[in-house]
Every structure is written in structure tokens, then in C-alpha cells.
């Protein structure tokens, strides 16, 4: 007899690729009217999970049966999931930027009459689904126009426009900023308690996991490991962030950050007076006469809302790639040195690890040793031809002095973990010799575990000497691995903070302050 409680149950689902078995025996129950987190490590089977939900692994492609509403599935494409109420919302958000938000809702269900689009039903149709996530803009709008934040809104309306019963999002928030985020959690509430539309929310950010999931699902090594039913209401006990690490990692970790011991040097790296305009808007100033140092086996922060010009201060500073009429200066060991272009930037040892991995970080069709080598091609050729022997030798040596997971170097990038792929940004920036490294988002949508193993490489990095600059939007992360932190906020430098008294409160405070 079935469940009536039960929305969504998948029992027993196993699916093997050539050589790994990625998913074995899982089993997931998510309940009518509920908010269920799905967590565990890069590579713990989530996505391959909800790819074999979806479709996207057809029936017949895995082992085991997926029951919706009572009633068994066999989706053999997305069109049918969607089509049945299952709709995923993926981390890497497919709208059309140049299609107003309308059009971009409507994509392959156009409002027509006669294959004749009717525009005026289109928009209307928008906005009542736009008014479920609270998106007040005019659905004429270009999507390159909004932020991050609205862009996922439009995502969402889009999925309840396909009448979702169930949303799935896959680190809906790993690019949103603090209050963004804190808005999407509130409309997957109210989708819950006013729409009756349940959630598998997949984050690696287990702070909100904690505060927004009625039920969480661990995975580790391709097996559920355990369901946690989270009590809600008043006088209820609120499940820790530990307790859910313990489940992920089959170990408690006690300290989230390594301690680093090793003392700091004279300062590496400087930049003075450093003013940048908006390329789009050639009268806009980007950033007003920044000046910060980095000492020779530091990690120094930089702190600040999305937008504050962190990226825009690391982009214009690394091979000028970003902005407009660019003034200041830069020096290396109290020499001014020219970073004009990336190729200058390498020569004088230093690198930028960027904040988006799969489109700036790595080649992805191309193998783990060729991305290892990519920066620093020359260190491997001899008259304009690699040797392969060499590359060979340099990444296997990056693969075992970083730890990274992979079958071997032979391995596509794009088919490793997200902290993996990181794992192989990093062993490529680290082939280049900088001395001074800059780190944008280093753990942006990467579990608890690799995020400590990137943690660890980094205070290494800092106790050989090197000078490492690191942006992030995880204020903890800040304040638990950085001596100093720089405060930015729209384009300046609002204070400079140590590290070790360093708050939540009083960043925010001098972020606020400009």
C-alpha cells in the first residue's frame, strides 16, 4: 500500500560507468510539502543521482525503480520528467542572455495560436509566475541585465511555469551572495507552505542546509549512509553543521580550517594607488585608488558583498584583462614591475586562480596533464614542441603532491569532482613557479572535505614563502585562514582588519559603512 506522504521514492538505484559503480543500492524518500537536502562529498553520486530522476540517464540505464505519486516511472528524457511535475534546476543556469525573461520562461512552450506566439499571453503568463518568486521586473527584460541572484528567480519561475511538483536545485546558491541567498531559501519555504511544491535542495553550504531542510540525505561513495529527519517549531533542538560533516565524511572534523604556524616575510607584493573604469561605462570608476600588500608567506583576504570589485581588482591587476583607463602602480619586492598583459603577469611569477572554474580555469575536452602544463607551456618545449615525457612526469608529480582523484592524468578535466578539477587549477598555476598567488572563490561549490584538502594545500603554499591574496564570499573562510583581511565595498578599500580578532560583525559592519 502506498504512502500517501510520499511524493518521490527511488529504490534501490544502481548505475555503473566503465570501471566505477557510481551509484549502489541509493534509496531516497522525499515527502509531500518538504524541503529535503540531498549532501555529500564531490563524487558522492548527488548529481548522478538525479540524472537517472531526470532522464538524462534513461530507464534501462541504471538498475533499481523510481516511484512518483504512487505510481512507477521510466523517464527516458528531461521532456518526460518535466512533463510528469520533476523539474532540476541546474548549478549552471540555462537562460538565453539575450532573450527577454518572458522568452527565456517560454522556450520550447510557447503561448501560440496557430504556431503564431501570442505576446501578449506570454507576458502575462510571466508575471503570475514571477510574482511566486518575487521577481518585479518587466518580463520584457534582457536576462543580461539582471544579476545572479534574478537570473536564478527567472530559472525558478521558469521550472513552476512547467507545473513542478517537485523541484530539484543543484547549489542553487553557490553564486549568490548572502542576501540573495537568504531570499531563495525564503521562496523555497513558501513554495512549500502556500503551493504545496516540495524541494530536493543539493549545497555544499551546510549553514543553510541546516536552517531551511525538513529531511537530509547523506551520500558518501556512491550509498546512502543515512536519512536525517530535522525537528522544525518551536522548542525544537537545531541540527548542527558537525553533526551532517560527521555523515559526509564518516569523521568528525573538528577544526574546519588547519592551523598555519609559519611566520610572514618581508612584503612580495604591492599595489598603489590602483584606479580602474567600467569598460561598458567608460565614466564609471570600478575601483577608487586601491592600495594593499601581500608579505612573503601571508594568506590576506579580501572581504566584500558580490560586486564590491574583489574579481575587478584581481582581473585588472592580473594581465590588465578587465577595465578601462587603468592607473596605479604594482611592484614585486619593492620593484615596480609591468603586469600589462597575462604573459607579463606569468613571467613575474604571479597567478589567478579564477573564480570560474569550468569556463576560465580549464579546458575540459582536454586531459589532466594537458591542463597542468597550460600555463607555462615553455617550461616543457623545446623549439616550439612539448616534450611529452617532461609533461608527463610534471603532472603525475601534481597529481600525488596535491592529492587529486583521478583514474590518471590521462583523464578528461571535465569529467573529474569540482574540488578535483580545482585540485588541477591549482597543480596548473603551481607549474607556472609564481610567487605571488591569487585566489578567487577557491572553494566555491566544493564539499567539506575537499575544501579542507584546499585549505591545506594553500598554508603549504604560504609556508614555502609564497604570498597568497584570497577572495571569498564565505566570511568563515575568511577569518579562518587569512592574517589580514582588506574590507572592499563599491570599489574601495573600507578597512584593513587581522585576522586573528576579525569578525562576522565587524567586516559587515565596515562593508556597510561606505
Not at 512549500?192 to 524541494?199: A, K, N
Request: aromatic fraction near 6%; hydrophobic fraction near 40%.
Amino acid at each position: 500500500m502506498t504512502d500517501n506522504h510520499i511524493l518521490l521514492e527511488m529504490k534501490n538505484i544502481t548505475k555503473t560507468f566503465p570501471g566505477v559503480k557510481a551509484l549502489d543500492n541509493v534509496n531516497l524518500q522525499v515527502k509531500r510539502r518538504e524541503i529535503h537536502a540531498l549532501v555529500g562529498e564531490n563524487g558522492a553520486g548527488k548529481s548522478t543521482l538525479m540524472k537517472a530522476l531526470s532522464g538524462v540517464y534513461p530507464a534501462g540505464e541504471y538498475e533499481g525503480e523510481v516511484l512518483f505519486e504512487g505510481k512507477r516511472c521510466a523517464f527516458n528524457g528531461i521532456r518526460q520528467s518535466e512533463k510528469a511535475g520533476i523539474v532540476i534546476i541546474h548549478q549552471e543556469l540555462a537562460l538565453s542572455p539575450y532573450l527577454s525573461i518572458a522568452e527565456n520562461m517560454f522556450i520550447g512552450d510557447e503561448r501560440a495560436n496557430y504556431n503564431i506566439i501570442d505576446w501578449n499571453k506570454t507576458r502575462e503568463d510571466a508575471r503570475t509566475f514571477m510574482k511566486y518568486v518575487g521577481l518585479n521586473e518587466n518580463p520584457n527584460t534582457p536576462v543580461n541585465k539582471l544579476g545572479v541572484g534574478k537570473q536564478q528567480m527567472v530559472e525558478i519561475a521558469k521550472a513552476l511555469a512547467k507545473n513542478a511538483k517537485i523541484l530539484i536545485l543543484d547549489e542553487p546558491t553557490s553564486a549568490l551572495n548572502e542576501k540573495d541567498s537568504e531570499h531563495l531559501l525564503d521562496i523555497l519555504r513558501e513554495l512549500r507552505d502556500e503551493h504545496d511544491i516540495s524541494s530536493v535542495l543539493i549545497s555544499h553550504k551546510l549553514n543553510e542546509v541546516a536552517a531551511v531542510a525538513d529531511s537530509i540525505t547523506i551520500l558518501r561513495d556512491g550509498k546512502t549512509i543515512e536519512t536525517i529527519e530535522v525537528e522544525r517549531g518551536a522548542g525544537a533542538a537545531a541540527i548542527s553543521e558537525d553533526r551532517i560533516i560527521k555523515g559526509m565524511v564518516g569523521r568528525e572534523i573538528t577544526d574546519r580550517f588547519p592551523k598555519r604556524t609559519n611566520t610572514t616575510g618581508d612584503v612580495i607584493f604591492e599595489v598603489r594607488e590602483w584606479t580602474v573604469y567600467n569598460p561598458d561605462n567608460p565614466e564609471r570608476k570600478k575601483l577608487d585608488n586601491i592600495n594593499i600588500n601581500v608579505k612573503a608567506g601571508e594568506v590576506v583576504g579580501l572581504a566584500g558583498l558580490v560586486g564590491a570589485g574583489r574579481t575587478e581588482l584581481a582581473t585588472s591587476v592580473f594581465g590588465r584583462y578587465y577595465g578601462e583607463n587603468i592607473s596605479g602602480k604594482t611592484f614585486i619586492k619593492g620593484k615596480e614591475v609591468n603586469l600589462g598583459t597575462i604573459s607579463k603577469a606569468i613571467d613575474h611569477g604571479v597567478a589567478y586562480v579564477t573564480e570560474d572554474r569550468k569556463e576560465f580555469g580549464l579546458v575540459l575536452i582536454q586531459t589532466v596533464k594537458e591542463n597542468t602544463t597550460l600555463a607555462k607551456l615553455k617550461k616543457i618545449a623545446r623549439w616550439n614542441v612539448v616534450n611529452e615525457r617532461e609533461e608527463i612526469l610534471a603532472a603525475e608529480a601534481f597529481r600525488k603532491r596535491l592529492g587529486t582523484k583521478t583514474p590518471s592524468i590521462l583523464q578528461l578535466a571535465g569529467n573529474l569532482s569540482g574540488g578535483n578539477q580545482q585540485k588541477v587549477v591549482l597543480s596548473k598555476w603551481l607549474f607556472s613557479d609564481p610567487r605571488i598567488l591569487i585566489l578567487d572563490e577557491p572553494t566555491r561549490g566544493i564539499d567539506v572535505g575537499a575544501k579542507y584538502e584546499i585549505y591545506t594545500i594553500i598554508n603549504a603554499l604560504a609556508a614555502q614563502g609564497m604570498a597568497c591574496l584570497l577572495i571569498s564570499s564565505e566570511m568563515p573562510e575568511i577569518i579562518g585562514m587569512c592574517d589580514r583581511i582588506y574590507v572592499m565595498s563599491e570599489g574601495r578599500i573600507t578597512a584593513e582588519l587581522p585576522g586573528k580578532t576579525a569578525t562576522q560583525e565587524e567586516i559587515m559592519r565596515h562593508i556597510l559603512s561606505n
